[in-house]
């Protein structure tokens, strides 16, 4: 595959941490000068309006999930985000706010499956039956960190309900493909669309690997990856695909799209977070907390080791850890 244009990833050892971008309600009331000085108006306004349109979701909190650091404000995350199919930048939010139409949305459910099915989102929101809170962290390979109110179901919800058959070892997913709503899809033909990730069996039917439905009390925003996405906290963040629209049950590891770009060289399938091993161009040893700028330690499986270490046991020869 010829790659014309490079990621944001592909930054050099020292210069990923990234510009500051925290901007409060505070500051956004004092009007358009510190907007413009942020360079995000057209987002800040999309955002606005997109923030009025989503409906409320009042999903219980699941105490078992609980963090050691303060939650990024809502603010910081609708306005910094990777989202390709908008832009390779991070300012996407306006252009995904105005474009991306999230409702109606099909899914689809194939592969090897008992109960093959296409359906809408909010009827599959309905049959998993039960939404909830999770306070989870999300670490980008990139080097900064945020931590996230999601709202949604476990993914091994979904995995009962599609109900496999035994030659099922992975799931694949899809990003839609549609250039008229995603500006990004024709301007960067270079990319292997659509977005594809995937995970096995196991990581499937794992306690913590959730499909995001909602955040911050709402019906997850468009630059979030509306109206469903994939959180696994213990991988890097692009693993976490946006904007589904197909799950395929297969016996074939899936290639997933930054693993393709980069021939598994920088961006592998398994992408478990590792302080200890550096990605090819930078360290993983730290990362910086979005909305304090403040550089910590990164911890092995993001601080998650517990729940999912021994999903990678007998598995020392993969390159789990990018
Ligand atoms: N999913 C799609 N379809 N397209 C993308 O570009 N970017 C990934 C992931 N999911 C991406 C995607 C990356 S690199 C990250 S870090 C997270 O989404 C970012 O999620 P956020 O913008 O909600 O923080």
């Known amino acids: 595959m010829l790659i014309q244009s490079k990621p944001s990833w592909t930054i050099r050892e020292g210069q990923e941490t990234p510009e500051s971008i925290y901007m409060n309600r505070r500051s956004l009331m004092k009007g358009f000068a510190g907007a413009l000085a942020a360079g995000c108006v057209g987002g800040l306004s999309a955002r606005v309006f997109a923030q009025e349109g989503r409906a409320r979701l009042d999903a219980p909190r699941n105490e078992a999930y609980r963090l050691d650091r303060e939650l990024t404000p809502e603010e910081v995350n609708l306005t910094y985000n990777n989202f390709y199919e908008f832009g390779a930048h991070k300012r996407i939010s306006g252009n995904a706010e105005s474009n991306l139409v999230p409702r109606p949305w099909t899914v689809e459910i194939d592969g090897l499956v008992n109960t093959p099915m296409t359906l809408d989102v909010d009827e599959l929101i309905a049959k998993v039956g039960g939404l909830e809170e999770r306070l989870y962290r999300l670490r980008c390979v990139e080097a900064w960190s945020m931590t996230v109110p999601w709202i949604g179901f476990p993914v091994s919800a979904l995995v009962n309900l599609a109900d496999p058959l035994s030659g099922a070892k992975y799931l694949r997913m899809e990003t839609f493909n549609d250039a008229d709503m995603a500006n990004g899809i024709r301007s960067q033909p270079w990319y292997p669309w659509p977005y594809v990730e995937g995970m096995s069996m196991a990581e499937a039917n794992n306690e913590l690997a959730f499909m995001v439905v909602g955040a911050y009390g709402k019906q997850v925003s468009n630059s979030m990856g509306a109206p469903i996405r994939l959180h696994l906290p213990w991988k890097y ?21 930054w693993e393709e ?3 598994g060289r920088e961006y592998g399938f398994w992408a478990n977070v590792n302080p200890e091993v550096p990605h090819p161009r930078w360290s993983q040893a730290t990362e910086t907390v979005l909305h304090t700028q403040e550089r910590v330690p990164t911890l092995l499986y993001n601080g998650y080791g517990e729940q999912v270490a021994d999903l990678y046991s007998g598995m020392e020869g993969e390159l789990l850890f990018r």
Request: proline share 4%.
């Open 237 to 257: 963040g692009f693993k976490s695909i946006k904007s589904i629209v197909r799950f395929t049950f297969t016996e074939e590891r899936p290639v997933s799209f």
């Open 261 to 263: 770009i980069s021939d």
